[in-house]
C-alpha cells in the first residue's frame, strides 16, 4: 500500500448531522472514502438520503441513512445513542445540520426565531451531549461544527441565523475547554458561501453576480473544499489544534 492509499480514518466511526445534501453530503461521502463507518441523519428528504446511501453501497462504501429532527432534545439523543448502539464507538460527530430562512427582525415572530435557533445551536449542544459519553468512555474523539461567516460578521435579515452560529462559535470554543483533557478536541468551520440548496434556493441571476464581486476569489465555494477542512480538523493532522475556527470562505473574512 502506498502513502496515497492510506485511508486516515479506517476503522473509525462518524456521525454527519444533515447529511443528505450539500455540505453534509460532501463530508459524509469523504469520511467514507477514507475508510470510516459513516452514519448521517437527515429530516425529511428521504429520497436524497436513499439516493445517498445506495451511491454509497455501490462504491462499497459504509454508510448508513437514519431520519432524525436534531433539534429536538429527544431525536438528536436516540440519533446518537443508536449510531454509538450499532457501531460500538464514536470517533468524530460533524454537527453540520442547519437552517437558513430571511426574515427583518421588525417581521421576525417568536417561533422563527426559535425555530432556528432550535436547528443551528441547540441541535449542536443537544448532538454533542449526547456524544460526549462515549467519545469520554473510549479516551477520545473530534467534535466539527459547521457555522458560518454570519456568526462572525452579522448578516441583515439573518439575525437569527446570525445569532445561531455565533453561539455555535462561542460553544466550541467552551466545549473545547471542558474537554480537551479527556481527549477530545472541538473545532469549527466557518463557510463563507457554498453553492448548495441552502444559498441558491430563489437566488437570482443580480444575487450571483453580487456574490462574485464581493468574494475575493470570485466564485462560490464547493461542499467538497467544505468537507476537506471538516476532514482536515477531526484527523490526525489537526492533532495540536483545539477551540480552532477555520474560515472557508474565498477570502470574505480576510480583513
Ligand atoms: P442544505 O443543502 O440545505 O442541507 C441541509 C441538510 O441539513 C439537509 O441534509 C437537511 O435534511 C438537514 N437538516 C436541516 N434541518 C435539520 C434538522 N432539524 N434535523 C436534521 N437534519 C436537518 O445546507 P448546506 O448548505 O449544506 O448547509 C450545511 C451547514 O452549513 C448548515 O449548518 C449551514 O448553516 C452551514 N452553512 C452553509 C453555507 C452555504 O453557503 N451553503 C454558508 C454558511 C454556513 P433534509 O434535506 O432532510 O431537510
Request: aromatic share 6%; charged share 20%.
Amino acid at each position: 500500500m502506498t502513502d496515497l492509499d492510506a485511508k486516515t480514518f479506517a476503522g473509525q466511526v462518524v456521525l454527519v448531522t444533515g447529511g443528505s445534501r450539500g455540505i453534509g453530503r460532501a463530508v459524509t461521502l469523504a469520511f467514507a472514502r477514507q475508510g470510516a463507518t459513516v452514519t448521517f441523519c437527515y429530516h425529511s428528504d428521504h429520497a436524497a438520503a436513499q439516493q445517498l446511501c445506495d451511491e454509497g453501497n455501490q462504491a462499497g462504501l459504509r454508510i448508513t441513512a437514519r431520519q432524525a429532527d436534531v433539534s429536538r432534545a429527544d431525536e438528536a439523543a436516540a440519533l446518537v445513542q443508536q449510531t454509538v448502539a450499532a457501531a460500538g464507538r464514536l470517533d468524530v460527530l460533524v454537527n453540520n445540520a442547519g437552517i437558513f430562512l430571511a426574515r427583518p427582525v421588525l417581521e421576525m415572530s417568536d417561533a422563527e426565531w426559535n425555530q432556528v435557533l432550535h436547528a443551528n445551536l441547540s441541535s449542536v449542544f443537544y448532538c454533542s451531549r449526547a456524544a460526549l459519553p462515549a467519545m469520554i468512555a473510549q479516551g477520545g474523539g473530534a467534535i466539527v461544527n459547521i457555522a458560518s461567516i454570519a456568526g462572525k460578521r452579522g448578516s441583515a435579515n439573518h439575525a437569527h441565523y446570525a445569532a445561531a452560529k455565533g453561539g455555535v462559535l462561542a460553544f466550541t470554543r467552551s466545549l473545547a475547554r471542558e474537554v480537551i483533557d479527556r481527549g477530545i478536541r472541538v473545532n469549527a468551520v466557518c463557510p463563507g458561501r457554498i453553492a448548495t440548496d441552502l444559498l441558491l434556493d430563489g437566488a437570482d441571476d443580480a444575487e450571483h453576480a453580487r456574490w462574485r464581486a464581493d468574494t475575493p476569489i470570485r466564485r462560490l465555494g464547493t461542499p467538497d473544499e467544505l468537507a476537506a477542512a471538516v476532514l482536515f480538523l477531526a484527523g490526525p493532522a489537526a492533532s495540536y489544534i483545539v477551540g480552532e475556527t477555520l474560515d472557508v470562505d474565498g477570502g470574505l473574512l480576510m480583513d
